[in-house]
């Protein structure tokens, strides 16, 4: 079948029922492995729902394959925006545009409703979900909090410091409309680059001296460029590693 056929079978639509919340939870703990410390109960996704959040779920038939959970957020100064805190997708369906499809399915609500920005966390050490966010989508980083989490029961974290770089994807605009349709965006000069090896899931789980450490430089270097003025509005990826690329930018009027 080709990707296409693969993808028309996947039906996105927005969560409402009590069940459907459940079975997003039970789904949250398949994806990440985690102790029922860490899951976000079925009553958050209800909240979400009746505040002006969105949660949306992916289906191959009846089977829930994916889903995500946003909720509204305020900036200082009373600028209002959508918080994704959370998408997964069953391993199974990964590779297959899922998370896209679940990711258009938020900007086109958001948009609807006159909002213009989301935000989300991701992993930098994620080289694959970093060029997902800035080369698929759009997004821009200009800012990392260390262990922002905590240290949590996740099975990608291992244990290590959540590290994270927050996702501005700034829906309406110029730059997004036009890596959504496949087209070259204006990019400013490249001032910095940040290499991250793809070794580190293997590093986490082998041998996670080396992997703190790492993550610790990666950290650091980010924070600096970002205390510099800079953004990261590209990834590279190579045979070895992936690499930010770094350099200054502003939203668009």
Request: hydrophobic share 40%.
């Amino acid at each position: 079948m080709s990707d296409s056929g693969r993808h028309a079978a996947i039906a996105v639509r927005a969560l409402r029922e009590p069940g459907e919340m459940d079975e997003a939870v039970a789904l949250q703990k398949s994806i990440w492995g985690f102790e029922d410390i860490d899951l976000l109960p079925a009553r958050l996704f209800v909240v979400a729902t009746k505040i002006g959040g969105q949660v949306f779920g992916a289906y191959d038939g009846a089977r829930m394959t994916g889903y995500c959970l946003s909720i509204p957020g305020l900036k200082p100064g009373g600028g209002h925006y959508l918080h994704s805190h959370m998408l997964g997708v069953l391993p199974g369906y990964r590779d297959r545009g899922v998370g896209k499809q679940l990711k258009l399915a938020q900007r086109a609500d958001a948009l609807a409703r006159g909002i213009g920005l989301m935000e989300w966390t991701f992993d930098p050490l994620q080289v694959k979900n970093a060029f997902f966010n800035m080369e698929r989508l759009g997004c821009v980083v200009r800012r990392l909090v260390r262990n922002q989490y905590g240290i949590t029961t996740n099975k990608f974290d291992l244990g290590m410091p959540t590290d994270r770089c927050t996702a501005e994807w700034w829906m309406a605009s110029e730059h997004v409309r036009r890596v959504l349709a496949g087209e070259p965006p204006p990019r400013p000069a490249i001032e910095a680059r940040v290499e991250v090896p793809l070794a580190f899931p293997e590093w986490r789980a082998t041998d996670p001296a080396r992997a703190r450490a790492g993550q610790a430089l990666i950290s650091e270097s980010l924070e600096s460029a970002f205390q510099a003025g800079l953004a990261v509005v590209g990834v590279e990826r190579g045979e070895a590693s992936g690499t930010y690329l770094l350099g200054r930018w502003k939203p668009e009027e």
